[in-house]
């Protein structure tokens, strides 16, 4: 498409968006009778903007090239950055009926889905001069001191000091209160996980953010979370952000993660698996306390395991 798509526009409408984090979104109808899809980066709507200090890493990423390097295999459906009265927005094709709507159409396509991250991670030898967000605030943004801010206006940091307030009572004392004070102070898990070899890495590989068209993957939702870490960081949260809507248990999903090429750190993944912990032991809880009796058994168990992942990377620290 040509650029400038925003003065071609000839209807606009609000767009009905999966996202969690308050971004407003709008389809654009085109003189051609195309659609585009536009998102305002704007940190005042976005609380996981704010709560990590993004001030539009995505604009910047894309003024700087960054999106042309990735490999062909990856979709990233972003045409062009337009300005607003508000700052910028984002403008990227509609790829409504590509995107993974059903957590089981992401099965058949994992394959392909992880060694499309594996080549994020093999196309980035050098940081892109944009501030990312750093590991202190990835793995901070889902705390009870940083969600209970923003509780007012959002669903998830609801849940999630909810979450946490059960955690305690969900897991041996050992565990919550290890997750406790990294929570207080997550600079022995950043600064180990910045002594592994690193790369540019997506941040929220979830069912939401993917899909397939082709032979391409899709993968939307760049700069807020991406970071410059292991590649271990993208497939624990991969792995903890999806596992219950795949029905997989995390061990499972740990087995075919662990055959990637990429995945030879086995000090940078232990430790990735305490970040994912660190980050999504809320949801976890709030699982293992259902009201429904099978996801309450399967995330009981599920958290046994994850609460082993946290004592072996404690010995790491």
Known sequence: MPPDLRSRTVRVEPFASTGKSGSQMERWWLDDGRSVVAKHVDARDDWIMQATGDDGRVVALWAEGFFQRLPPEIAHGILEVATSERGSILVMEDLTGSVFADPAALVPAQRAVLRAAAGIHGSSREPPTTGLCSLADYYGFLSPIVTSRY?????????????????????PHDVSSSIGALHADVSPLSTALQARPSTFVHGDLKVANLGRRGEQVIILDWGTLSTW???AVDYAWYLA??????????????DEISDLPDVVDEVALRLALLGATLQL????????TSDDEHVRERE?????????????????L
């Open 300 to 316: 009981q168990r599920g958290l046994t395991w994850w609460s082993d992942q946290v004592r072996t990377a404690l010995d790491l």
């Open 241 to 254: 952000i999806n596992g219950a809507a795949l029905g997989r248990h995390p061990a499972e999903l740990l």
């Open 151 to 171: 509780t007012q206006h959002h669903e998830v940091p609801r849940l999630a000091v909810e979450g946490w307030g059960r955690f305690a009572d969900v897991v």
């Open 281 to 288: 032991g809320w949801e976890k809880a709030l699982g293992a």
């Open 229 to 231: 870490a292991p590649p």
